[in-house]
């Protein structure tokens, strides 16, 4: 398979198999509107090859965001700011979706003004209270995604991807450590799933079948009693049975655990894609696209991994912030691997207010 070479998710048409993962870029508005700098940063990546832009994560209710200066996408006012940025993209060359994100458990109340929204309150959760959510708050869930999904058609996205990994709500419902319900939503991996099913329902029903659908989804929580890849599997399954287009496949929570994979540090090949076990047992079940992601920071490894039938798309996150040209360099034959010294610096600048980038990369510019 030639990572260079066009191909389709559903009606959408990509110029290559590289994916923008979903990155919080830390340059939205307060109440999360597009401003001109996400405007250029999407914009960059279009113009440096990257096939598939995916925003970092939007949140489809004001109490669901899970940071300052997020995308937001749950008011049809938003919609003005976020066609700006597809016009631009599209003008670009490039092929953008959002993800659509609520961050249940890890939202902030300092910034929402109501506790965290989360599957299940039990003791030793948080030190601050969080509320439960109730069959009546979960339709409301699921009716935010659906309208955020309608949002992001009318404002030109050419698809929306489910965010369910690292432990954000939808993450939270699938983990026996953060869903303790005893009603329909919890218990069984099947019940655990239920709300996915009706996100996914209700996006389609918005949308209709020819607007690609993607999700990503937690292959493993890597940590005590979380989401197993037997589980994860499952779900992948149903999702795909049940009209999905494609599966960006990632893993571990917020809150850690000692055996998930580090994401620093990846300075040899060996160090790269270290979801790909994981992604070969769910390659070999479904039968549509996965994206894998997961510290990828070489073409030869990218080749490597579709070679071998572990994953139809790469994915890449960090690498990408430092440069976003990165995917124009490989195909035009400087084919060394990302910049990206894998240190997770580019983070810090942003929770100052002033946007992700590569601080390295700044630090070098200075030196010059």
């Known amino acids: 398979m030639d990572l260079f070479q066009p191909s ?17 870029e830390g340059m939205a508005a307060d109440d999360g509107a597009v401003t001109p700098k996400l405007v250029e940063t999407m914009e960059a990546l279009a113009r440096g090859g990257v096939g598939l832009i995916i925003t970092g994560h939007a949140y489809v209710l ?5 940071g ?3 995308l937001g996408i749950y008011s049809d006012g938003q919609t003005g700011g976020l066609k700006t940025m597809t016009d631009a993209v599209h003008k670009a060359g490039g092929k953008i979706v959002v993800q659509l994100a609520h961050a249940g458990h890890f939202a ?6 109501t506790p965290p ?8 959760l948080s030190d601050t209270p969080r509320h439960e959510m109730s069959k009546g708050d979960i339709s409301d869930l699921v009716a935010a995604f659906a309208s955020a999904a ?3 058609k009318a404002a030109g996205f050419d698809g929306v991807q489910i965010h369910s990994a690292h432990g954000y709500l939808l993450s939270q419902f699938l983990s026996p450590e953060f869903n303790r319900r005893t009603d329909e939503y919890g218990g069984s991996i099947e019940n655990r799933s239920r709300l996915h099913m009706e996100v996914l329902r209700a996006i389609r029903d918005a949308v209709g079948g020819d607007y690609p659908v993607l999700i990503k989804i937690n292959c493993r929580d890597f940590q005590e009693n979380g989401l197993t890849p037997e589980e994860s599997l499952y779900v992948c399954k149903r999702l795909a049975d049940n009209g999905l287009d494609a599966i960006e496949l990632s893993g571990g929570t917020l809150t850690g655990g000692k055996l998930s994979p580090s994401r620093t540090g990846i300075t040899s090949t060996e160090k790269e894609a270290y979801f790909k076990e994981e992604a070969a047992a769910v390659r070999k079940e479904i039968d549509i696209p996965l994206i894998l992601v997961g510290g990828l920071r070489s073409l030869e490894i990218a080749n490597e991994m579709v070679d071998q039938g572990r994953a139809d798309y790469i994915s890449m996150c960090r690498p990408l912030i430092r440069e976003p040209g990165l995917v124009n360099r490989w195909r035009s034959g400087d084919t060394a691997p990302a910049l990206c010294k894998s240190d997770n610096l ?23």
């Open 8 to 24: 389709r998710i559903n009606n959408m048409t990509l110029a290559n198999r590289f994916v923008r993962s979903a990155t919080w």
């Open 62 to 66: 004001p109490q669901g965001q899970a």
């Open 68 to 70: 300052p200066w997020q």
């Open 108 to 113: 902030i109340e300092k910034l929402t003004g």
């Open 117 to 124: 929204w989360v599957a299940s309150a039990y003791g030793g």
């Open 150 to 152: 309608a949002r992001a």
């Open 346 to 368: 580019c983070f810090r600048p942003a929770m100052a207010g002033k946007g992700v980038y590569c601080v390295v990369e700044e630090r070098e510019k200075s030196k010059e």
